[in-house]
């Protein structure tokens, strides 16, 4: 797999205010990946889209894609103190393994 | 409703003694993983195994073993433990190349 940077690396919010992280990648993809994990607990998968894709929605999240420009954002709206957590993304590349990177902290205030 | 489970949810272990960590799951997904999380890194993948074939990860130590007895289970022993294994340990399940999914983790404590 591809390894995604995320950036920034920590961002705090206010709730109801959106939310963007952003993820560059080296190399080609076939998809990217995005996962949530809460303090001290497993990741939770969020959301993938595919490298012919260019935008995909779900629920209050939005994930765009430029594969000329290999990065990915990750667009939450409307944030909860609920969306506090570790963001990361990961490229897919014909593989089984996902290399994670350090992910963006999110705390989003109440 | 719970679809991979993990066992114990914390477990406490001596130094040098092995420790035997659990995960089932009830997806019936063809591949299995185990990672390792230490304090504010990223998830490390250790093994995975589709169906029945090992596949290990170059950097992963030998002091880290992994057994499948079948579909549903997967265990990750940890022959010696060291005090640097002391980590949140992940597992995680697979239909096929594409999203995984994990478990609660198991955070180990090594004393």
């Known amino acids: 797999s591809q390894q995604g940077e995320e950036d920034p690396q920590a961002l705090s919010i206010q709730e109801g205010e959106n939310a963007t992280m952003n993820c560059s990648y080296k190399?080609?993809?076939?998809?990217l990946q995005w996962y949530r994990q809460n303090s001290g607990r497993g990741l939770v998968h969020l959301i993938l889209?595919?490298?012919?894709?260019r935008e995909k929605h779900s629920g209050r999240l939005r994930v765009t894609l430029d594969t000329s420009k290999k990065s990915s954002s990750l667009l939450i709206t409307a944030s909860r103190a609920a969306d506090t957590a570790s963001y990361f993304c990961v490229g897919g590349a014909g593989s089984y393994q996902l290399t994670f990177g350090k992910g963006t902290k999110l705390s989003v205030i109440p | 409703d719970a679809m991979v489970i993990q066992n114990p949810r914390y477990q406490v272990t001596q130094f040098g003694k092995p420790v035997t960590l659990s995960c089932s799951q009830t997806?019936?997904?063809?591949?299995m993983y185990w990672y390792q999380q230490k304090s504010s890194q990223a998830p490390k993948l250790l093994f995975h195994?589709?169906?029945?074939?090992?596949?290990n990860e170059a950097d992963t130590p030998d002091n880290f073993q992994s057994r499948r007895p079948n579909t549903s289970f997967c265990f990750l022993d940890i022959r010696s433990p060291g005090l640097g294994d002391a980590a949140m340990y992940l597992c995680?399940?697979?239909?096929?190349?594409?999203?995984?999914?994990f478990g609660p983790g198991t955070r180990l404590t090594v004393t």
């Open positions: 995680a399940t697979s239909p096929h190349q594409g999203e995984q999914y």
């Open positions: 195994y589709y169906d029945k074939d090992f596949n």
């Open positions: 190399t080609s993809i076939n998809n």
């Open positions: 889209i595919r490298s012919n894709e």
């Open positions: 997806l019936n997904h063809n591949v």
